[in-house]
């Protein structure tokens, strides 16, 4: 039986419905069903109502400080469980970049500024905690865009370090997120341990979704086409490389899904 962790940008019911958070709901519940060990982990976006949802701060997880461009964030990790069933959800939490109501963008429908750091922060902040969980997945299955950094610190970053070292990565693809480029110093954000200029000069020094989802790609031992609407660019870049893929199959995806995974 494999460990399963799912790291989900959007997560039904704690945020809207949409194609991504009915993925993020479900999937991580159909593989457990069928005989997986999962761990699921999420943004503590400012719309989730804590009360409603249940959510309390785990504060032996909590406390780490993560360095971003020479500025530190400290990282708040809380927990919560899905009404009817045995799903636990961990959120990744910093009161700089998850207080604000919006997810992604502001009222006016703009992308946030720092949206390039709140996804750096996101990504290691996921990996800090799998360390202090003590529970180390054999697959780490990414869904949504502010997942997509993951497989790049996994397999540069974290490349040494003994229990991490072997976890195969998933990422699922999805409609890109945010077509406009993402701040300037997005790529000096990333950078961290065996995450060098050198280890990003492939890729423009304007990263949008989909240079971002370039980057998920080359570091992913695994893909999932999941929605009819991603990006021509990434399916392309996608097909055209030696990452083995699979399409959603509706219905009936968990057995796919657990069979991919064994086949890496």
């Known amino acids: 039986m494999k460990r399963i962790l799912f790291v989900n940008q959007d997560t039904v019911p704690y945020v809207a419905e949409t194609e991504l958070a009915t993925m993020g709901r479900y999937v991580p519940q159909r593989v457990q069903e069928a005989g997986s060990e999962i761990r699921t982990f999420m943004p503590r976006w400012g719309n989730i109502n804590e009360r409603r949802g249940q959510l309390h701060e785990v504060i032996r997880l909590s406390g780490t400080n993560i360095t971003i461009d020479d500025n530190d964030y400290p990282l708040i990790i809380k927990?919560?469980?899905?009404?009817?069933?045995?799903?636990?959800?961990?959120?990744?939490?910093?009161?700089?970049?998850?207080?604000?109501?919006?997810?992604?963008?502001?009222?006016?429908?703009?992308?946030?500024?720092?949206?390039?750091?709140?996804?750096?922060?996101?990504?290691?902040?996921?990996?800090?905690?799998?360390?202090?969980?003590?529970?180390?997945?054999?697959?780490?299955?990414?869904?949504?865009?502010?997942?997509?950094?993951?497989?790049?610190?996994?397999?540069?970053?974290?490349?040494?370090d003994?229990?991490?070292?072997?976890?195969?990565?998933?990422?699922?693809?999805?409609?890109?997120?945010?077509?406009?480029?993402?701040?300037?110093?997005?790529?000096?954000?990333?950078?961290?341990?065996?995450?060098t200029l050198d280890t990003l000069s492939k890729y423009n020094d304007k990263i949008d979704s989909n240079e971002l989802a370039k980057i998920a790609i080359d570091n992913s031992d695994g893909l999932i086409a999941v929605s009819q609407n991603i990006s021509q660019q990434t399916l392309d870049y996608a097909q055209q490389s030696s990452i083995k893929m699979i399409?959603?199959?509706?219905?009936?995806?968990?057995?796919?899904?657990?069979?991919?995974y064994e086949s890496l």
């Open 79 to 160: 927990v919560a469980s899905i009404s009817g069933t045995k799903v636990q959800v961990y959120f990744i939490d910093n009161e700089e970049f998850f207080a604000r109501k919006g997810q992604m963008y502001d009222n006016d429908g703009t992308p946030y500024k720092d949206n390039g750091e709140r996804i750096v922060f996101f990504a290691r902040g996921v990996i800090e905690t799998i360390k202090k969980l003590r529970w180390t997945p054999d697959i780490i299955h990414c869904q949504g865009q502010m997942t997509q950094l993951i497989p790049l610190f996994l397999k540069h970053a974290y490349n040494n």
């Open 162 to 195: 003994d229990e991490l070292k072997d976890i195969k990565v998933v990422t699922s693809l999805f409609d890109n997120d945010i077509a406009t480029p993402f701040n300037d110093n997005f790529k000096q954000c990333m950078l961290y341990d065996g995450v």
């Open 247 to 260: 399409k959603h199959s509706g219905e009936n995806f968990a057995k796919d899904y657990i069979d991919f």
